[in-house]
């Protein structure tokens, strides 16, 4: 291995909502618990956008370097780790470390754990060179996979996968996924399909529904076209689909999928548009017995499930690979929802 440099390019910003500069900025030195990863691509993920704006009610860590879809290589270790070598593929996701010691963790749920520590959002993440995780946390990676392919999955593939098994469906029952053309909803797409479920894709023009469909989604609903979009859907799907998996960021969507899962169907929240509130009329909600749930991201266990699919070769995001130096343009073109499937940073350039 080459000698770790003291200094590495990084995106980094100061203040929510302030420019992120594209810089020199200091390699971090990994704890006992944790590695260090050169990084060698980093997808962008929407949260990453919320994380710059500071718009979520969780404040993050200042300055930030953002980022928490990173794919490289173990380069050092701290003096506790043992399930990580130098040399080794290791992914950086969303949840960075968790305390391995509350009720949350102890069952399996360290996402949910009240002292998680966040990878661009309360731990410097992966828009950088060089990057530190919990080794508990890390995701191992094979050796043999491709890196800027497998990078979505560490955030996106694992968050949908975990959200198709919340809605817990059985094989040739309807999933409706809306906001299905963009980085999650097109690995939620494939994953769905994976899983022996029919796909009812939503989502606006008719690139992204030639997406859906090439991924495998059986219908496609344009919401930009259709004037009644509940019926539309549940005449589609005989009834409404069984479940519904959210990761749209628009409110109304969220909202309108309370009105067409079909009646003891499981509406899973997954996207995150700020502010927003998922209205479902209580008498609708009780004479249908309809459950809605939140999925947050997966666990370990989750997460080897996810990247398992990939490997196997069920599973592929769609992605376009850009320099690191390009993030706010790709922040700018995720906030006008002009992104087909997903951005990935090279951390080279």
Excluded at 318 to 324: A, E, I, S, Y
Aim: aromatic residues 8%.
């Amino acid at each position: 291995m080459s000698e770790i440099p003291k200094i590495q390019k990084g995106c980094i910003f100061y203040e929510n909502g302030g420019e992120i500069i594209y810089k020199d900025i200091p390699v971090p030195v990994p704890k006992a618990n944790e590695i260090l990863i050169n990084v060698k691509y980093s997808g962008v993920c929407h949260t990453d956008l919320h994380a710059w704006h500071g718009d979520w009610p969780l404040d993050t860590k200042l300055p930030l370097v953002g980022g928490h879809e990173g794919a490289g290589v173990v380069v050092a270790k701290g003096a506790n780790v043992t399930n990580f070598e130098i040399g080794d593929y290791a992914g950086i996701k969303w949840l960075n470390g968790s305390c391995m010691g509350c009720e949350y963790c102890q069952q399996g749920a360290e996402p949910n754990c009240p002292d998680a520590d966040l990878s661009g959002y309360t731990h410097d993440g992966s828009f950088q060179q060089y990057a530190t995780a919990d080794a508990v946390q890390a995701a191992r990676i094979p050796k043999d996979a491709d890196l800027a392919a497998i990078a979505p999955i560490l955030c996106a593939g694992v968050t949908v996968y975990k959200a198709l098994k919340t809605a817990d469906l059985r094989p040739g029952q309807w999933v409706a996924v809306s906001g299905a053309g963009g980085g999650l909803g097109s690995l939620a797409i494939q994953y769905a399909t994976a899983m022996g479920l029919r796909v009812l894709a939503i989502d606006g023009g008719d690139e992204k529904g030639d997406l859906c469909k090439e991924l495998g989604a059986e219908v496609y609903v344009d919401f930009m076209k259709e004037k009644n979009i509940v019926k539309t859907i549940q005449d589609a799907t005989n009834g409404g689909p069984h479940g519904v998996i959210n990761v749209s960021v628009s409110e109304l969507a969220i909202s309108q999928s309370c009105d067409y899962v079909r009646a003891l169907g499981k509406v899973v929240l997954v996207g995150l548009p700020a502010g927003a509130v998922c209205k479902s009329p209580v008498f609708q909600q009780v004479v249908k017995s309809i459950e809605i749930k939140g999925s947050y991201v997966g666990n370990r266990q989750d997460t080897a499930e996810a990247i398992d699919f990939f490997v196997r070769g069920k599973v592929h995001c769609p992605f376009k690979v850009v320099g690191l130096s390009e993030l706010p343009h790709v922040f700018k073109l995720m906030a006008e929802g002009k992104i087909l499937g997903r951005y990935v940073l090279d951390t080279t350039c």
